[in-house]
C-alpha cells in the first residue's frame, strides 16, 4: 500500500486494437458477417483517438425528470437504423478469444414464485453469481486481456469503484500483471483490504474520487500504465454485452424485454449491441433510481447531461454523467429506462432473497425491481421477460437497512406490530420532536425499537420504529395528521 500527496495533471491512455474473435456462439459471428453486407453504409466506430476535453454538459436535476414506477420513459428519437448500428458496433468489437477463460457463462434461472405472483415468465440472469459476484469482470478482462503483452507488463491502473475495481484486480491476477487500483485516503481499509488480498498495489491519495481519479491517470502515463475506465470504452462495453450474447442463446421461445441496471451505461450498451444485432425485437430497457437517472435524462434531453447531486443508496449506479461511447450507443439502441425507488429496489432485494436465498447488492436488484414494475404497470400476462441480476457484494449494515425498507409497509411483522419509517430533518431534536407530535397523542404507539441511519438523503435521516399498534393509523408528517384507519 502507498499514501501519497496530490497534485494534478491531466493525460489519457489509449485503447487497444482488438482483434480476436469469441469462441462462444459461432452462429451469432455468422450472423454479423451476413448482417454486415447489409450495413456497409454504417460508419465504423473509432476507437482509438486521444481524448478531447469534456464539452461542457448541461446541470440538471435528477427531479426534473420524473415518472409513474413500471412506465417505460425516455424512449430515445430513432433514425430507423439500431439494427444496422448494433451490428456494426459487434463486427468491429470483437471478444477476446480468451474470454470465457475467466468468465463464467452464468445461468439464466427462471423465478417461480415471481412469476406466479406477476402472471409472467420472470427469468433471471445470474450475474450475481460471476467470479467476485458481479458482471464486472467481464469488461475489465476483456479490455486488459486484449492488451499487448509489453502493455501487461507495465501494468494498469484505475480508482476504487466497487466491483469495477475488483473486476480489475482479479483479471489482473488471472493475466499475471499488475493492477494499481487508486482510492482517496478516506476509503475504509475493509474495501481495499480484499483487493490488496488479490495482489493489486492500492495507493491512497486525495480526498474524494475526482482527486484519485486524476492522479490515477497522471500516474498511468507516467508509469505507461493502461488505465481501466468502468464503462466508457468499447472493449469494456463488448465485455459487458456478451452477457446479452448468451441471453440470446439461452433463452428458448420468444422474449418481450431484457432488463438492465444502468449506472455509467456500460452493461446496458454492450447488451442492447447483442441483442439488436441477433433479436432486434427484444426490447432493451434500462433500469435506473429515481435519484441517480443520468441516462433517462440524458436520453430526454437528447444529449449526456449532468446531475448537480446523485443518490447513494445504490452503489455502483450513483454517476452523476453517463459514458460517451455508452450513451451514443444507448441513443440509438436502448428501448427507454423504467425508474424504481430505494423501497422498490429493496423489495425487490427481499423477492430475491425469497425466490433464491440469495442477498443481491442494491444495483443487483435494480433491473429487477424495473421489471416488476414495468410487469405491474403495463399488466404484463404470460409474456417472457429477463432482469439481469448484476451483483451481490454488500456490507452487513446495508443488508440490515434494507430488511427494514422492505419491512416498512408492515408486511411479516408480528401482528399487532409494524414497521415506519420515518424521514426527519437531519438536526438534533428530530425524533424527540417526533415524539412529542405523534406518539404522544396515540396510546398505541409505543416505540419497542428503533434504528437510526443518517445521510439517507441529502439533509435527512431515516429512523425505522417498531411499534405495536393495535389499529393501522395513517400519519401525515407535513399537516401532523393523525387517524385510525
Ligand atoms: C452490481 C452493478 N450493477 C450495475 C452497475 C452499472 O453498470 P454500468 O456502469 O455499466 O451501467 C454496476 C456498476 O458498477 C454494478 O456494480
Redesign the pocket.
Given at each position: 500500500m502507498e499514501t501519497q500527496n496530490f497534485s494534478f495533471s491531466f493525460a489519457g491512455a489509449s485503447p487497444q486494437p482488438h482483434l480476436l474473435r469469441p469462441k462462444f456462439l459461432p452462429n451469432l459471428m455468422r450472423m454479423i458477417d451476413t448482417c454486415n453486407n447489409k450495413s456497409k453504409k454504417i460508419k465504423a466506430t473509432t476507437t482509438s483517438s486521444a481524448p478531447l476535453p469534456p464539452p461542457p454538459l448541461l446541470r440538471v436535476s435528477s427531479d426534473s425528470l420524473q415518472y409513474a414506477p413500471g412506465f417505460l420513459g425516455a424512449v430515445p428519437d430513432r433514425d430507423g437504423s439500431g439494427n444496422a448500428a448494433a451490428v456494426e458496433y459487434c463486427r468491429t468489437n470483437i471478444v477476446a478469444s480468451n474470454f470465457y477463460q475467466v468468465a463464467v457463462v452464468s445461468p439464466l434461472q427462471f423465478a417461480p414464485k415471481i412469476s406466479q405472483r406477476l402472471g409472467v415468465n420472470m427469468w433471471l440472469k445470474r450475474e450475481d453469481l460471476q467470479p467476485g459476484h458481479?458482471f464486472?469482470l467481464r469488461g475489465a478482462y476483456n479490455m486488459m486481456s486484449k492488451l499487448p503483452r509489453e502493455h501487461l507488463e507495465r501494468g494498469v491502473i484505475c480508482t476504487l469503484?466497487?466491483?469495477?475495481s475488483h473486476g480489475v484486480a482479479l483479471s489482473a491476477q488471472r493475466l499475471g500483471c499488475n493492477a494499481m487500483i487508486v482510492t482517496p485516503v478516506t476509503t475504509s481499509e475493509l474495501e481495499w483490504k480484499r483487493l490488496e488480498r488479490l495482489g493489486a498495489t492500492i495507493v491512497l491519495v486525495g480526498d474524494s474520487h475526482d482527486e484519485a481519479q486524476a492522479y490515477a491517470i497522471r500516474r498511468g502515463e507516467e508509469e505507461g500504465r493502461t488505465f481501466i475506465p468502468?464503462?466508457d470504452h468499447p472493449d469494456v462495453i463488448m465485455g459487458?454485452g456478451t452477457v446479452g450474447m448468451e441471453i440470446v442463446d439461452q433463452m428458448q421461445g420468444s422474449l418481450h424485454a431484457i432488463f438492465v441496471?444502468?449506472?455509467?451505461?456500460?452493461?446496458?450498451a454492450g447488451i442492447a449491441a447483442y441483442v439488436k444485432m441477433a433479436s432486434p425485437e427484444v426490447k432493451v430497457i434500462g433500469v435506473e433510481p429515481i435519484d441517480a437517472n443520468a441516462m433517462a435524462l440524458s436520453l430526454h434531453h437528447g444529449k449526456r447531461v449532468l446531475l448537480d447531486q446523485v443518490g447513494d443508496f445504490v452503489k455502483?449506479?450513483d454517476v452523476k454523467v453517463v459514458g460517451e461511447e455508452d450513451f451514443r450507443l444507448c441513443r440509438e439502441l436502448i428501448d427507454g429506462v423504467v425508474l424504481v425507488s430505494e423501497k422498490a429496489i429493496c423489495a425487490s432485494m427481499k423477492d430475491m432473497h425469497e425466490e433464491q436465498g440469495t442477498i443481491l447488492?442494491p444495483?443487483?436488484a435494480l433491473a429487477l425491481a424495473g421489471a416488476e414494475a414495468y410487469c405491474k404497470y403495463y399488466g404484463l400476462k404470460d409474456e417472457t421477460v429477463v432482469a439481469v441480476t448484476?451483483?451481490a457484494n454488500m456490507d452487513c449494515s446495508t443488508v440490515r437497512m434494507v430488511s427494514l425498507v422492505g419491512n416498512a409497509d408492515g408486511q411479516g411483522e408480528a401482528q399487532g406490530e409494524a414497521m415506519l419509517a420515518i424521514f426527519l430533518p437531519e438536526q438534533p431534536d428530530s425524533f424527540e420532536r417526533f415524539c412529542e407530535q405523534f406518539c404522544d397523542r396515540i396510546v398505541e404507539i409505543n416505540i419497542r425499537e428503533f434504528t437510526y441511519k443518517n445521510k439517507f438523503l441529502e439533509g435527512e435521516s431515516v429512523v425505522f420504529c417498531r411499534s405495536p399498534l393495535l389499529s393501522v393509523v395513517y400519519i401525515s408528517l407535513s399537516t401532523g395528521l393523525v387517524m385510525p384507519i
Amino acid at each position: 500500500m502507498e499514501t501519497q500527496n496530490f497534485s494534478f495533471s491531466f493525460a489519457g491512455a489509449s485503447p487497444q486494437p482488438h482483434l480476436l474473435r469469441p469462441k462462444f456462439l459461432p452462429n451469432l459471428m455468422r450472423m454479423i458477417d451476413t448482417c454486415n453486407n447489409k450495413s456497409k453504409k454504417i460508419k465504423a466506430t473509432t476507437t482509438s483517438s486521444a481524448p478531447l476535453p469534456p464539452p461542457p454538459l448541461l446541470r440538471v436535476s435528477s427531479d426534473s425528470l420524473q415518472y409513474a414506477p413500471g412506465f417505460l420513459g425516455a424512449v430515445p428519437d430513432r433514425d430507423g437504423s439500431g439494427n444496422a448500428a448494433a451490428v456494426e458496433y459487434c463486427r468491429t468489437n470483437i471478444v477476446a478469444s480468451n474470454f470465457y477463460q475467466v468468465a463464467v457463462v452464468s445461468p439464466l434461472q427462471f423465478a417461480p414464485k415471481i412469476s406466479q405472483r406477476l402472471g409472467v415468465n420472470m427469468w433471471l440472469k445470474r450475474e450475481d453469481l460471476q467470479p467476485g459476484h458481479s458482471f464486472k469482470l467481464r469488461g475489465a478482462y476483456n479490455m486488459m486481456s486484449k492488451l499487448p503483452r509489453e502493455h501487461l507488463e507495465r501494468g494498469v491502473i484505475c480508482t476504487l469503484a466497487g466491483n469495477h475495481s475488483h473486476g480489475v484486480a482479479l483479471s489482473a491476477q488471472r493475466l499475471g500483471c499488475n493492477a494499481m487500483i487508486v482510492t482517496p485516503v478516506t476509503t475504509s481499509e475493509l474495501e481495499w483490504k480484499r483487493l490488496e488480498r488479490l495482489g493489486a498495489t492500492i495507493v491512497l491519495v486525495g480526498d474524494s474520487h475526482d482527486e484519485a481519479q486524476a492522479y490515477a491517470i497522471r500516474r498511468g502515463e507516467e508509469e505507461g500504465r493502461t488505465f481501466i475506465p468502468p464503462f466508457d470504452h468499447p472493449d469494456v462495453i463488448m465485455g459487458h454485452g456478451t452477457v446479452g450474447m448468451e441471453i440470446v442463446d439461452q433463452m428458448q421461445g420468444s422474449l418481450h424485454a431484457i432488463f438492465v441496471p444502468v449506472g455509467g451505461g456500460g452493461l446496458v450498451a454492450g447488451i442492447a449491441a447483442y441483442v439488436k444485432m441477433a433479436s432486434p425485437e427484444v426490447k432493451v430497457i434500462g433500469v435506473e433510481p429515481i435519484d441517480a437517472n443520468a441516462m433517462a435524462l440524458s436520453l430526454h434531453h437528447g444529449k449526456r447531461v449532468l446531475l448537480d447531486q446523485v443518490g447513494d443508496f445504490v452503489k455502483g449506479v450513483d454517476v452523476k454523467v453517463v459514458g460517451e461511447e455508452d450513451f451514443r450507443l444507448c441513443r440509438e439502441l436502448i428501448d427507454g429506462v423504467v425508474l424504481v425507488s430505494e423501497k422498490a429496489i429493496c423489495a425487490s432485494m427481499k423477492d430475491m432473497h425469497e425466490e433464491q436465498g440469495t442477498i443481491l447488492e442494491p444495483a443487483g436488484a435494480l433491473a429487477l425491481a424495473g421489471a416488476e414494475a414495468y410487469c405491474k404497470y403495463y399488466g404484463l400476462k404470460d409474456e417472457t421477460v429477463v432482469a439481469v441480476t448484476s451483483g451481490a457484494n454488500m456490507d452487513c449494515s446495508t443488508v440490515r437497512m434494507v430488511s427494514l425498507v422492505g419491512n416498512a409497509d408492515g408486511q411479516g411483522e408480528a401482528q399487532g406490530e409494524a414497521m415506519l419509517a420515518i424521514f426527519l430533518p437531519e438536526q438534533p431534536d428530530s425524533f424527540e420532536r417526533f415524539c412529542e407530535q405523534f406518539c404522544d397523542r396515540i396510546v398505541e404507539i409505543n416505540i419497542r425499537e428503533f434504528t437510526y441511519k443518517n445521510k439517507f438523503l441529502e439533509g435527512e435521516s431515516v429512523v425505522f420504529c417498531r411499534s405495536p399498534l393495535l389499529s393501522v393509523v395513517y400519519i401525515s408528517l407535513s399537516t401532523g395528521l393523525v387517524m385510525p384507519i
